[in-house]
C-alpha cells in the first residue's frame, strides 16, 4: 500500500503541514497584537500619572441644578400674559 492510498488523497501528503505554519502565523500576529496593546496601556498610564489626579468638584453637567420641587418653566408665560 502506497502513502497516497493511505492518506486517501492524490498526492496531498505535504498538505498535512501547512495549519501549522498558519497557526505559526496566527500567533505570531496575536503576540504583535499583544505587544501593541500593552504599549498602548503604558502610554496610558504614562498620561494619566503626567495629568494628575482629577479634580473632584461637581460635574458640569448638573452643575446648579437644585433638589427638590422645580418652579414650572410656563409659569412665566402666564404672569406675562396677565399684566
Do not use: F, Y
Amino acid at each position: 500500500m502506497t502513502n497516497r492510498a493511505r492518506c486517501g488523497q492524490n498526492g496531498a501528503v505535504a498538505a498535512h503541514t501547512r495549519p501549522s505554519v498558519n497557526k505559526r502565523l496566527r500567533e505570531a500576529q496575536k503576540k504583535e497584537k499583544q505587544a501593541a496593546k500593552a504599549e498602548r496601556r503604558a502610554q496610558r498610564a504614562a498620561e494619566r500619572e503626567k495629568r494628575g489626579p482629577q479634580s473632584t468638584g461637581d460635574d458640569p453637567d448638573i452643575a446648579g441644578i437644585v433638589p427638590g420641587p422645580q418652579a414650572l418653566p410656563w409659569a412665566d408665560e402666564d404672569s406675562e400674559n396677565e399684566a
